[in-house]
């Protein structure tokens, strides 16, 4: 393959473009296998009160995979902020994905709330990763408040409903000056494949690969997709023609 | 003495480190963080902040998530 531009994100140079989630397994000690098969060097995880006898899933995702724990369970920006410092008490790095959710219905991020986080959190120093809804302002703002790339979904978490959202994504990635992650809804490596060919320069992808009936292989599948669309996003897709057919084939010299 | 732990009240028999109390109750503290009345305890400090009556501790880890 061509040797494409890497993706930088907070200063990190990152060979893959596919970060992927550990929830919802059935088996964590699939997500080594996972992390393999995936190439990905960027790896979600969730923070939550320990209970007695339970386990991490830190035993399960291998040493070289950079964390990027969100802030599931905020329910506004105070808590976003609570959640981050804890994870960054952890000593497992800066790198923070701000998920403000109140609504437990749609589960869809407040944008205000996320943007007030971003704020605070990259005075920190923490590298900043919102998760959005794909609205041009709050895209704005999150870049505004030192945002080092934001993450706006495709459809609701954990429906693997796809790229719902694509023409407001497409407006994200035409206006904001940061990457773009392509994050929740994505079910499919042809919905990775499209966000990525489309502009995305990466994709989050937990639901999808976990809740498959073959997570391993699901996990290489989204890696060649997101590799193809971000291939064909740089070659170039030729022009479309909203008219008539146009002949591939000269249309001259035919046998009679 | 009474403290909070993950927001239930807990008994214990006398006030200790907050090292010897995940000891006592078998969670790794390397594995864990700890907020003590809203205050992050860093890890180095987990074997000198004490847990007298009426604290409220938070012990959170890592979990699957997206």
């Known amino acids: 393959m061509?040797?494409?531009?890497?993706?930088?994100i907070g200063g990190v140079?990152?060979?893959?473009?596919?970060?992927?989630?550990?929830?919802?397994?059935?088996?964590?000690?699939?997500?080594?296998?996972?992390?393999?098969?995936?190439?990905?060097?960027?790896?979600?995880?969730?923070?939550?009160?320990?209970?007695?006898?339970?386990?991490g899933?830190?035993?399960?995702?291998p040493s070289h995979m950079r964390l990027l724990p969100n802030t599931s369970g905020a329910r506004n920006a105070e808590e976003a902020v609570r959640l981050a410092r804890l994870a960054r008490a952890a000593g497992c790095g800066n790198w923070i994905k701000i998920?403000?959710?109140?609504?437990?219905?749609?589960?869809?991020?407040d944008g205000y709330e996320t943007a007030k986080a971003t704020e605070i959190l990259a005075k920190e120093g923490f590298t900043v990763l919102p998760y959005i809804n794909p609205d041009l302002y709050v895209a704005r703002a999150c870049a505004d408040a030192g945002a080092a790339a934001v993450m706006p979904l495709g459809s609701p978490i954990g429906t693997n409903r796809g790229l719902r959202t694509k023409e407001m994504i497409g407006i994200l990635i035409e206006d904001i000056d940061l990457p773009i992650v392509g994050d929740a809804g994505i079910g499919r490596p042809s919905q990775a494949c499209e966000a990525m060919d489309m502009g995305a320069d990466a994709c989050l992808v937990n639901t999808g690969i976990a809740s498959s009936s073959d997570p391993v292989a699901m996990a290489r599948a989204f890696a060649q997709a997101v590799q193809a669309g971000r291939a064909a996003f740089t070659a170039g897709a030729g022009a479309v023609s909203a008219g008539n057919a146009i002949a591939s084939s000269p249309l001259t010299g035919f046998l009679r | 003495m009474n403290i909070t732990v993950n927001g239930e009240s807990r008994e214990l028999d006398s006030p200790c480190t907050l090292l010897e109390y995940l000891q006592s109750q078998g969670i790794d503290p390397d594995a864990v963080v700890a907020e003590l009345d809203l205050v992050i305890i860093p890890r180095e400090n987990?074997?000198?902040?004490?847990?007298?009556?009426?604290?409220?501790?938070e012990i959170l880890h890592f979990v699957g998530g997206g």
């Not at chain 1, 397994?25 to 995880?45: F, M, N, R």
Request: hydrophobic content about 40%.
């Open chain 1, 2 to 8: 061509q040797n494409l531009p890497k993706l930088t």
């Open chain 1, 13 to 55: 140079e990152l060979e893959s473009r596919l970060f992927i989630g550990t929830g919802k397994y059935g088996d964590d000690s699939l997500i080594p296998a996972v992390c393999e098969a995936s190439a990905s060097q960027v790896i979600t995880v969730a923070m939550r009160r320990v209970d007695r006898g339970g386990t």
């Open chain 1, 57 to 61: 899933v830190m035993g399960h995702i």
């Open chain 1, 99 to 109: 998920e403000v959710i109140s609504d437990t219905r749609w589960l869809l991020p």
């Open chain 2, 46 to 57: 987990f074997g000198s902040v004490r847990l007298v009556q009426g604290v409220s501790l």
